[in-house]
């Protein structure tokens, strides 16, 4: 077996291995709670099979998520992942990732602001930068206590562009666990397979991903490199075996 085949190998099981590990939880919720809504079917009140259903429907949309993930990674992977790169204005991809989760993050009771958005272009594919940015914002309003705020912003740095994602804590907020429960409406960090696919989305792009704690929260960092660096140049790497861990959104 060829060192090529070796690595697509051990990405292929170590992608399996992932899949069986994050997906047991959901599918582990939903039997649990259809179990419990069958042998308690005669004395459920209406209210109580609705608060079983609603857990049930969180637990599908949560495998639904992750088997969505891993399609997308099995096909980066694989190197079948089309990537449609040009000269494009990144503030507008930040512009419509926070008007189309604004929404959603206000009902969490957290802030969404754009802090500095510079006009400048970059050599992006918009769809899949778009798919990292909202995996990264949404993920920091789930980790947000009600009263915080996240932050993006968009600055020129060396020899591209430094998107960075902010959330910071509410006054007398207490800091969220972050230690991934699991459990339906649980705040955990995004799941490895979505770690993965950004950071690969992102290799693509020439560019990486990284992040800072810092005493109110924590910043994710995505950086894009200029069309004329060299980093723009480098091949995606296998998502699932980095060079370096880069932390995750």
């Known amino acids: 077996m060829s060192d090529r085949d070796k690595s697509a190998s051990r990405a292929t099981s170590e992608l399996l291995a992932i899949m069986s ?4 939880t959901p599918l582990h919720a939903i039997l649990s709670f259809a179990q419990l809504g069958e042998q308690r079917a005669a004395s459920l009140t209406p209210e109580k099979a609705a608060h079983y259903y609603k857990l049930i429907e969180e637990s599908g949309r949560r495998l639904l998520d992750l088997l969505s993930d891993a399609v997308d990674l099995a096909d980066l992977e694989a190197g079948k992942r089309v990537f449609r ?15 189309e989760l604004r929404p959603h993050v206000q ?5 969404l602001e754009v802090a500095s958005c510079e006009a400048a272009r970059g050599w992006i594919d918009r769809e899949a930068l778009m798919q990292v940015l909202r995996s990264v914002v949404t993920n920091a309003a ?7 705020t996240v932050t993006v912003a968009l600055a020129r740095s060396g020899s591209g562009l430094l998107l960075s994602v902010t959330r910071r804590a509410g006054q007398g907020s207490a800091p969220v666990e972050t230690q991934d429960s699991g459990g339906p409406g ?15 989305i992102m290799t693509a792009h020439g560019g990486r991903m990284w992040g800072d704690e810092h005493g109110t929260g924590e910043t994710v960092h995505l950086e894009i490199p200029d069309r004329n660096s060299s980093r723009a140049e480098v091949k ?4 699932l075996r980095p060079s370096a861990p880069d932390p995750a959104p």
């Open 21 to 24: 590990h994050e997906m047991r």
């Open 186 to 200: 649980s705040k955990a960090r995004s799941s490895r397979l979505k770690i993965a696919l950004c950071r690969g």
């Open 85 to 99: 790169f040009a000269s494009q204005p990144v503030e507008t991809v930040v512009r419509a990732v926070v008007d």
């Open 236 to 239: 995606p790497v296998s998502p």
């Open 142 to 148: 789930t980790l947000s206590s009600p009263g915080g």
């Open 107 to 111: 009902s969490l009771g957290v802030g």
